[in-house]
T-cell receptor, first 113, second 113 residues
Framework: DQQVKQNSPSLSVQEGRISILNCDYT??????FLWYKKYPAEGPTFLIS?????DKNEDGRFTVFLNKSAKHLSLHIVPSQPGDSAVYFC????????????FGTGTRLQVFP | DSGVTQTPKHLITATGQRVTLRCSPR?????VYWYQQSLDQGLQFLIQ???????AKGNILERFSAQQFPDLHSELNLSSLELGDSALYFC????????????FGPGTRLTVL
């Protein structure tokens, strides 16, 4: 049962343009959503998060949007840079005695010049 | 550098063997999580320890076990290894109750031959 889904395994974007990564979830009990970036041979690095009581959170070039009615969130990167090329994981937390994270399968972003 | 360390970085072993993966959390973090990432999959939660006590279990096989020691480092023990256990194993840590971000170590790549 995949509670967090990233349906696009890959995305290719030109440098300077916007990258939009999408994530869908099924569990309405999730209270936090997070985005992690992962380079090869490294662990995931926390990027940005959003509480379920908000619909937008912004940090520099990164903005996360949450649409609770659609159970959908997206990560916008503007402008995209070659260094953003990595695998991006969406994760969700359901705080019910534990704060374990449930991850999507990731989207590989490639930013080309 | 997340501040979470994992050893060893790589481990190659044979089926039927037993291995121990080690994790040191960030200074001050009481909670340790273990995740498994198989090929082209998202991270799957295995188990969480908080201040020495098991807090939550995910899809962890009975052949796997973990513990957290008084100095807060954690070990994940994998026994009777099978080919399908080959994966990346990540440890993460957090300060439970003061944030939802988890900080990941660089991972241990386990190859079972």
């Amino acid at each position: 049962d995949q509670q967090v889904k990233q349906n696009s395994p890959s995305l290719s974007v030109q440098e300077g343009r916007i990258s939009i990564l999408n994530c869908d979830y099924t569990n309405s009990m999730f209270d936090y959503f997070l985005w992690y970036k992962k380079y090869p041979a490294e662990g995931p690095t926390f990027l940005i998060s959003i509480s379920s009581i908000k619909d937008k959170n912004e940090d520099g070039r990164f903005t996360v949007f949450l649409n609770k009615s659609a159970k959908h969130l997206s990560l916008h990167i503007v402008p995209s840079q070659p260094g953003d090329s990595a695998v991006y994981f969406c994760a969700a937390r359901s705080f019910a005695g534990t704060d374990k994270l449930i991850f999507g399968t990731g989207t590989r972003l490639q930013v080309f010049p | 550098d997340s501040g979470v360390t994992q050893t060893p970085k790589h481990l190659i072993t044979a089926t039927g063997q037993r291995v121990t993966l080690r994790c040191s959390p960030r200074s001050g973090d009481l909670s340790v999580y273990w995740y498994q990432q198989s090929l082209d999959q998202g991270l799957q939660f295995l188990i969480q320890y908080y201040n020495g006590e098991e807090r939550a279990k995910g899809n962890i096989l009975e052949r796997f076990s973990a513990q957290q020691f008084p100095d807060l480092h954690s070990e994940l023990n994998l026994s009777s290894l099978e080919l399908g256990d080959s994966a990346l194993y990540f440890c993460a840590s957090s300060v439970v109750g003061q944030g939802h971000e988890q900080f990941f170590g660089p991972g241990t790549r386990l190859t079972v031959l």
